[in-house]
Structures are given as C-alpha cells and as structure tokens.
C-alpha cells in the first residue's frame, strides 16, 4: 500500500493559479492511457483525499457531476455540499486519523492524495507520504498554488515523456520533520 501525492504542476512548481485556473493545463497535449498518465496510474487506487479548493474545483468544473467512484475524504472546516451518493465525506480530523481510515477502506490498494500542495505536506509531516508524482506542462505560471510547500528529499525513480509533459515520479525519504514518525 502506497500513499501517493499526484499532480500536474507549470514548470516553476505551481497546480494551479492564485484564481485556481487550470485552463493553462487543460489546453495541453497527452496521451490519457500513454506513460505515467491517471489511467495507469488510478487502476491501482483505493482511495483518495483533497483539500477543499481542489473538492470545489472538481464539483465546478466535472462535465456531469462527480464522476470518482473511490472512497474520498474531502478536507474542509465549513459544511461542504456533498455530491449525492457517492462516498465522499468532509473531515477536520488530524490526517493520521484520516489515513488510517483511508488504509481500511482502501483493503490494500494505493491511496492518492490528490491536492493541493500543503495538504499532501501534512501527510508528509506526518510522515505518511510515500511517492510525489508531478507532470510537468510547458508552461511558466510565475504565481499560483505551489506543487508541495515543504522542505522534502526526495529520490527519483521514474521518468517519462508523454506528448506536452515531462512525466516524473519520486520516493519521498525523509518523513515526519518534527520526530514523531
Ligand atoms: N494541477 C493539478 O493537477 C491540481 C491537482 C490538485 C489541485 N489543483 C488545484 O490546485 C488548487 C489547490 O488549492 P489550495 O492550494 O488552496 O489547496 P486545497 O488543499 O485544495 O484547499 C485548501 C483548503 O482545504 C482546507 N483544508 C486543508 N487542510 C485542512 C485540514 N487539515 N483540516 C481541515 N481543512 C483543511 C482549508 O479550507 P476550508 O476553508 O474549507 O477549511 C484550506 O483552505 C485548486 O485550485 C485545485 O483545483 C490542481
């Protein structure tokens, strides 16, 4: 079981703009079933996490609605409108508590913390982050929501081009930062 942090980021390390725009990504070129794309990368899946911004990104902008069928914790400290019958549910919870709810539902398979960048840092201070993926777009965004807000040693162990992206994944080495992992 692996925690993964997967993203697409511009080239300077940001996911989105300060307006959360990600039409300077949408408009890119890639092979959704090529190297290292979501297809391949979500088959192995069990469950996921995201931030509020990136939860009301997703319900703003989904052609139809919510189209995930995995379980999904979305973090928030307000009452979130919550797409019906699906397995989403808003926490406030330390995300060590999260995790380990997200490991029994996922019975084995990865679990993705999809954004944005501080969240996937406190899984990481909490030491529960195992791989950063990032695609990068050609793209210089100069501002915007950055890719992981920490100081993280990272090894890299694969790399990929697919079309417009430079398609890299990497172990994350050092854990928690404050000792308690
Ligand atoms: N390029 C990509 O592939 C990609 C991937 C993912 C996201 N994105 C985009 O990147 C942007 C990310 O926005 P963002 O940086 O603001 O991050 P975010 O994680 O989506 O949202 C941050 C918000 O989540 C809530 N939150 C975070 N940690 C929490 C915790 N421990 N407990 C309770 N609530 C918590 C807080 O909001 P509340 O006010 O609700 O409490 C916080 O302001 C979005 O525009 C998203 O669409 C891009």
Request: proline residues 4%.
């Amino acid at each position: 079981m692996t925690t993964h942090y997967y993203t697409a980021s511009s080239l300077d390390g940001f996911i989105a703009t300060a307006d959360h725009s990600l039409d300077w990504l949408l408009k890119q070129d890639i092979d959704e079933n090529g190297p290292m794309a979501y297809a391949g990368f979500a088959a192995g899946l069990g469950a996921m996490a995201m931030g509020s911004h990136t939860f009301e990104w997703v319900m703003a902008n989904d052609v139809g609605g919510w189209s995930y069928t995995l379980p999904t914790w979305v973090f928030s400290h307000r009452d979130l409108e919550l797409p019906e019958g699906a397995p989403v549910q808003v926490t406030r919870a330390d995300v060590r508590d999260v995790h380990a709810e997200m490991v029994t539902a996922a019975d084995g398979r990865d679990i993705w913390i999809v954004g944005g960048g501080d969240l996937a840092g406190q899984f990481a201070d909490a030491g529960l982050l195992d791989e950063v993926w990032v695609q990068y777009a050609p793209v210089i965004l100069g501002s915007g929501a950055p890719v992981l807000p920490r100081r993280l040693d990272l090894e890299l162990i694969d790399v990929a081009r697919n079309r417009a992206f430079a398609c890299t994944r990497y172990r994350v080495l050092n854990g928690a930062q404050d000792g308690t992992a």
